[in-house]
């Protein structure tokens, strides 16, 4: 062999161990995380889709029962009714909270005075607790000494608003407080967009003529889109997920808990309280399965309006 074979034979070998070495480092530092994904994802997931097709007894025994669970499911006007609220609430709270996000974004990117000290302030709900949000405004909403109701009277509207018991309401009130919780993560997610704009965009916008009006339909709705759309899906998926909130601020006796209750409820409800985990598990699967559609169109839809040039 001669001494450029040998030479290149060398370099070869020595390339394979070093993409080798490359590939073992890779994978040990994804094993945290794929390990963790197995665990505490795709296994109970998978553990889930099993447990929807059986009878589970409150002793751990099992009994397929194949699709028993989703038939009941699809005749049960408790399940339709949650569905209901869930879309519901996803369909009104997402829109707003995005705007209103947005907006926020706007204006807090802007050369202001103490606007470090408006950021903070926007954020605060998501540093606090589900449970402590939800108890602070359940203490808001009370009937009889709650501080919304005493500021309305103070403007002059006579009569107490049942915002946790009247049943015209109650969708309202998690709305309310559901808006109020994430606009403030969603505004830091799109003001990062907003600062990645160039400056130079608007420079020659204003060079042009075009106002604050046109500059913000024109350039930076455009260019925003990619932050909007990882928003509109994540605040979505997490719509479809409420759960914290309802259990805190509305009690199991209260009689207006229906027009509230969502997936999630129901199906802590059936699978802790009443002990049918296979029937809880069914109403998981469909909600996975709801989430994913939506998901899937919102992908797909985006091609049309998303600019990531």
């Not at 450029?4 to 020595?14: G, M, V």
């Not at 709900?125 to 309305?152: E, K, Q, T």
């Not at 399965?289 to 939506?294: A, D, G, Q, T, Y």
């Amino acid at each position: 062999m001669s001494i450029q074979s040998r030479a290149k034979s060398k370099n070869i070998s020595h390339g394979n161990r070093e993409k080798r070495s490359m590939m073992f480092w890779g994978w040990m530092l994804i094993a945290p995380t794929l390990i963790g994904l197995l665990i505490l994802n795709i296994i109970p997931v998978i553990q889930t889709l099993i447990m929807s097709f059986q009878n589970v007894s409150t002793f751990g025994e099992s009994t397929w029962v194949f699709f028993d669970n989703y038939k009941r499911l699809f005749e049960d006007p408790k399940f339709w009714l949650s569905l209901k609220n869930t879309l519901l609430y996803g369909i009104i709270q997402v829109p707003i909270t995005v705007a209103l996000s947005t907006l926020a974004a706007v204006l807090l990117n802007q050369k202001i005075k103490g606007v470090e000290v408006y950021r903070v302030i926007y954020f605060l709900p998501m540093i606090a607790a589900p449970a402590a949000v939800a108890m602070v405004w359940r203490w808001m909403y009370s009937s009889d000494y709650g501080l919304i109701n005493s500021f309305l009277k103070f403007l002059g509207f006579s009569g107490n608003i049942e915002w946790l018991y009247n049943p015209q309401v109650v969708i309202w009130s998690l709305i309310i407080v559901g808006i109020w919780s994430n606009v403030g993560y969603n505004m830091i997610l799109l003001l990062s967009g907003l600062q990645e704009i160039p400056k130079s965009y608007y420079e020659a916008a204003d060079l042009d003529g075009a106002g604050t009006v046109q500059q913000f339909f024109k350039i930076t709705l455009p260019l925003l889109t990619p932050q909007l759309f990882f928003v509109l899906v994540t605040s979505i998926i997490s719509a479809f997920q409420v759960f914290d909130l309802i259990f805190v601020m509305f009690e199991a006796t209260n009689p207006a808990l229906s027009k509230v209750q969502s997936l999630v409820y129901q199906f802590y409800n059936e699978t802790f309280i009443l002990d049918d985990k296979g029937y809880g598990a069914a109403i998981v699967i469909i909600l996975v399965v709801l989430i994913m559609i939506v998901t899937v169109i919102q992908l797909i839809g985006q091609k049309k309006w998303v600019n990531y040039d």
